[in-house]
């Protein structure tokens, strides 16, 4: 079986690029399979510029780049982006496409960063039409990590010289259909090349990010010092000290959308090290109210709902007032809180709503949304009646006005019981049976609202002497 959902791993950074025999010696199935391997390999990871990137070059008579390091940062683009990779078939020259490869690891155009691992992963059936001892070499001597995974047969003493050193660790052997076996082997050592070594941000927010460095010191060694401060005013500069055995520390209460300097210094009884620093830019605010609802509204009062509702929100404010005219009232609501519901308004009336969100900073940001009350009392229309046999009619009413849940609909019948009916809002029609030949009966349609009580509609209809009640029969109105 394919492996599952990996648990996401974070802290890590590095370029990756995979190096894809894309020629004719591959099958369509061995090339599908190859794909399914790459993705399970990495979608675990962070991807982002200060994370992992990815990339994939073709091997075929001409090396082709199927997307840049910098194109695909998030799971579900890069997973689309590796399924939709197609083969090119051709020849295999593989050294055209090592040579490719250093080029573009080391490329800004092809979105490789400076000063990051760069991690060599070639899928191969194990042959090559032209030499890669040369150009597999340049590209080790530039820090490259080169791994190799062979499904086919190839030459053992060739590809143990081309993968990085030590090649029980770098080289793997294995058929086409069990590459899932190798894959978390592979992962754990690509992570071990790009697990980040030095002072690292992640869960970045609009107010924090969590810091994260390797293990330098220890509870009895010493202890770390960490300074920040917004890089366009260093004299805001925050300190604080962690013992030796934590690895990370998050900071908060941070401005949103500013970068800062972050240096962390350890402080050794034991050893010197150098202090390591980074720039963490945090992100833009969440900006309240983006939208504004309206919803369950009746005569007299309406709901209202807007989103998000960021942290750094202190309370809301709701100024509403009908329109035309200039007459406003307002509701103070708490910063936690998303909804309210507005009450005491007049019946079928366009109302003006304003939600005004007042942040901590002073701030202030407004979105308006324009909010109608039912018509008071709403009740169905044209209540009618029609014969459909003996001893029964069709009574049938227009739809009341408003947001109706349902209507009922009572008999009361001159001689038997009487009888009730609910009927969801979309029937406007009910028979109504055993109604005795020469007796006049009451019936009587009732909108069912949320927040109101509708106004029933009231008719008498008579049945005539030994033969049914018709339309035009007698009956009056109530």
């Given at each position: 079986?394919?492996p599952g959902?990996?648990?996401s ?24 399979r190859?794909k ?6 990495v ?5 982002g510029?200060?994370d992992v990137?990815t ?5 075929s ?9 910098n ?13 939709d990779?197609?083969q ?21 155009e ?5 000063d990051v691992?760069?991690?060599l992963?070639?899928?191969?059936d ?9 150009p ?9 990590t080169v791994?190799i995974?062979?499904?086919?047969r ?6 143990s010289a ?6 029980e660790?770098?080289l793997?052997?294995v ?10 082997e ?12 030095r ?14 460095w390797?293990?330098?010191?220890s509870?009895?060694?010493?202890y ?11 004299g805001?500069?925050?300190?604080q ?6 690895t990370?520390l ?13 240096a ?16 963490v830019?945090?992100l833009a605010?969440?900006i ?7 919803s369950?509204?009746?005569?007299h ?6 989103a998000?509702?960021?942290?750094s929100?202190?309370?809301?404010q709701?100024?509403?007032g ?7 009232e307002l509701?103070e609501?708490d910063?936690?809180?998303?909804s309210t519901?507005v ?5 079928n009336t ?6 005004t969100a ?12 324009k909010?109608?009350?039912?018509e ?7 209540l ?7 001893n ?6 227009d739809?009341?006005?408003g947001k ?11 001689t ?6 609910s ?13 005795a ?13 949320k ?9 008498l209809?008579?049945?005539q ?12 109105a109530?």
């Amino acid at each position: 079986p394919l492996p599952g959902p990996q648990p996401s791993v974070s802290n890590s950074e590095g370029d990756l690029l995979f190096l894809l025999d894309s020629s004719g010696s591959v099958s369509f199935h061995e090339f599908s399979r190859v794909k399914e391997f790459m993705w399970d390999l990495v979608q675990p990871f962070t991807f982002g510029p200060r994370d992992v990137q990815t990339s994939i070059i073709h091997i075929s008579t001409t090396p082709t780049m199927e997307f840049p390091f910098n194109r695909y940062l998030a799971r579900g683009t890069l997973q689309q982006a590796i399924k939709d990779t197609r083969q090119l078939m051709g020849d295999t020259n593989t050294g055209k496409a090592l040579s490719y490869a250093k080029e573009k690891l080391f490329s800004d155009e092809a979105g490789a960063r400076p000063d990051v691992p760069k991690v060599l992963v070639w899928v191969t059936d194990g042959f090559s039409t032209d030499d890669i001892s040369e150009p597999m070499q340049l590209l080790k001597d530039m820090g490259v990590t080169v791994f190799i995974v062979s499904t086919g047969r190839g030459n053992y003493l060739e590809l143990s010289a081309a993968a990085s050193q030590p090649p029980e660790k770098h080289l793997h052997f294995v058929d086409v259909d069990d590459l899932p076996i190798i894959t978390k082997e592979l992962r754990d050592a690509i992570l071990d090349v790009i697990q980040a070594n030095r002072l690292h941000a992640v869960d970045i927010t609009s107010t924090s990010f969590r810091l994260t460095w390797p293990e330098l010191l220890s509870q009895e060694t010493g202890y770390y010092t960490l300074e920040y401060a917004p890089i366009d005013d260093p004299g805001r500069k925050r300190t604080q000290q962690v013992s030796g055995a934590h690895t990370s520390l998050t900071l908060s209460s941070l401005a949103p959308g500013t970068t800062y300097e972050v240096a962390l210094i350890p402080e050794s009884n034991v050893h010197y090290f150098a202090p390591q620093t980074t720039r963490v830019t945090t992100l833009a605010e969440e900006i309240s109210p983006a939208q504004v609802l309206i919803s369950e509204s009746g005569p007299h009062s309406f709901h209202v709902s807007w989103a998000p509702t960021p942290a750094s929100v202190a309370g809301y404010q709701l100024l509403y007032g009908p329109l035309p005219g200039n007459a406003v009232e307002l509701l103070e609501v708490d910063g936690k809180r998303n909804s309210t519901v507005v009450e005491n308004l007049a019946p079928n009336t366009t109302y003006l709503v304003t939600v005004t969100a007042i942040y901590k900073s002073g701030m202030e940001k407004s979105l308006s949304a324009k909010a109608c009350t039912q018509e008071e009392g709403s009740k169905v229309r044209h209540l009618r009646f029609e014969d459909m046999g003996p001893n029964t009619l069709k009574a049938s009413w227009d739809s009341a006005d408003g947001k109706v849940l349902g209507y009922r609909v009572r008999c009361r019948r001159q001689t038997g019981p009487s009888s009730v009916l609910s009927v969801s809002p979309q029937i406007h029609s009910v028979l109504l049976t055993d109604l005795a030949a020469g007796t006049t009966n009451k019936v009587c349609v009732k909108p069912v609202y949320k927040n109101q009580a509708g106004k029933g509609l009231c008719r008498l209809v008579r049945m005539q002497p030994g033969e049914l009640g018709r339309g035009d029969g007698s009956r009056g109105a109530v």
